[in-house]
């Protein structure tokens, strides 16, 4: 099913990530993963794409079963930089043979070192790459935005004008990158909706598990890290079980201050731990279900 369609049905909805397996030896214990994720019983989940496609066939592969063993929407991750045309369609046709019916268009990054003058493609942008799906297909398309705007951009406003190209290009909804405090969510949406984005978007939640994996991410995204984290992290890093506790509690309470404010959807980063997130929803559980009891118009 489209997420669009889930979107139009439900005022709230909760999705998980997960990363496919880099090698075939290790297909089946991921597809283990994945239907312990479906067991928590998300909206959709969505399977990420290796940088340069390096698991772009475990990606599809990874989403078609998975949807097909649970009947959950797969939400599929396609990047596109050094991507020719014709790679983007041979893996538009995969899709499609693979009944996936929901992208996540992303430009992708590139390797270290390197920049667009780099590497031969057809697509500079994600926005490229949403205009090719939707001139080839008949695909549900999101696309990533970034509260505390992309790392490569000079400033946010210039961010914002970007994401308007992209938004306006046909996407249905945005998956944000993950952010540690509400505040920058909040004021970022205000920001959108000020330049006329009315589009649905997936709040990206990090549970903050593990202290060394976090502090690498976050140098990645630039996120903030509010005092309240900061201190968890320095007072249990050395203490998985007490990391784990105090880093479910950090994303329940991130979640349930989003869904109180009418964030439409949540989207948690499972990082491939479904007992992390199972925490999580089971934290979330009845305030799910009451939102969506109440009337959406
Ligand atoms: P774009 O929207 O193309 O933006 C990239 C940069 O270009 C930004 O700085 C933007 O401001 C700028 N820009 C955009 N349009 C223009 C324009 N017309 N002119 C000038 N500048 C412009 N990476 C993976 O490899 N695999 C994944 O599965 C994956 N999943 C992700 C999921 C989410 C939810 C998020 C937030 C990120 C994910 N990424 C993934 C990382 C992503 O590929 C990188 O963050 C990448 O650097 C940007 O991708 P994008 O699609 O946001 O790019």
């Known amino acids: 099913m489209k997420i669009s369609k889930i979107i139009d049905k439900k005022k709230l909805l909760i999705s998980f990530e997960i990363f496919p397996p880099k090698q075939e030896a290790n297909f089946d214990s991921v597809m283990q993963t994945a239907l312990d994720l479906g067991g928590l019983n998300p909206d959709f989940i969505s399977v990420t794409y290796g940088a340069g496609g390096t698991t772009r066939s475990y990606t599809a592969e990874l989403a078609s079963s998975l949807q097909e063993k649970t009947q959950i929407p797969s939400l599929a991750h396609l990047t596109c930089v050094g991507s020719g045309f014709s790679d983007i369609q041979s893996i538009i046709r995969e899709l499609k043979e693979k009944k996936i019916e929901n992208v996540l268009a992303l430009r992708g990054d590139y390797p270290q070192g390197a920049d667009a003058s780099d590497l031969p493609g057809?697509?500079?942008?994600?926005?490229?790459?949403?205009?090719?799906?939707?001139?080839?297909?008949?695909?549900?398309?999101?696309?990533?935005?970034?509260?505390?705007?992309?790392?490569?951009?000079?400033?946010?406003?210039?961010?914002?004008?970007?994401?308007?190209?992209?938004?306006?290009?046909?996407?249905?909804?945005?998956?944000?990158?993950?952010?540690?405090?509400?505040?920058?969510?909040?004021?970022?949406?205000?920001?959108?909706?000020?330049?006329?984005?009315?589009?649905?978007?997936?709040?990206?939640?990090?549970?903050?598990?593990?202290?060394?994996?976090?502090?690498?991410?976050?140098?990645?995204?630039?996120?903030?890290?509010?005092?309240?984290?900061?201190?968890?992290?320095?007072?249990?890093?050395?203490?998985?079980?007490?990391?784990?506790?105090?880093?479910?509690?950090?994303?329940?309470?991130?979640?349930?201050?989003?869904?109180?404010?009418?964030?439409?959807?949540?989207?948690?980063?499972?990082?491939?731990?479904?007992?992390?997130?199972?925490?999580?929803?089971?934290?979330?559980?009845?305030?799910?279900?009451?939102?969506?009891?109440?009337?959406?118009?």
Do not use: W
Request: glycine share 6%; net charge negative; hydrophobic share 45%.
């Open 122 to 297: 057809d697509c500079a942008y994600a926005s490229d790459l949403v205009r090719i799906l939707k001139k080839e297909a008949d695909f549900c398309i999101g696309g990533a935005c970034y509260p505390e705007g992309h790392p490569e951009s000079e400033n946010r406003l210039e961010d914002l004008q970007h994401l308007q190209y992209k938004v306006d290009a046909g996407l249905d909804f945005l998956t944000t990158q993950m952010f540690f405090d509400n505040e920058v969510l909040y004021s970022f949406l205000y920001r959108m909706q000020s330049k006329g984005m009315k589009l649905p978007v997936f709040a990206g939640i990090m549970p903050v598990t593990n202290a060394k994996q976090i502090k690498r991410m976050i140098t990645l995204s630039n996120a903030h890290m509010p005092q309240k984290l900061l201190a968890f992290v320095d007072r249990f890093q050395d203490n998985p079980g007490a990391m784990m506790q105090a880093g479910i509690a950090y994303a329940t309470e991130q979640i349930i201050d989003l869904i109180a404010n009418g964030i439409r959807g949540v989207h948690i980063y499972s990082m491939n731990k479904p007992d992390i997130t199972a925490a999580i929803m089971h934290n979330i559980s009845h305030i799910v279900e009451a939102v969506n009891a109440e009337a959406h118009v």
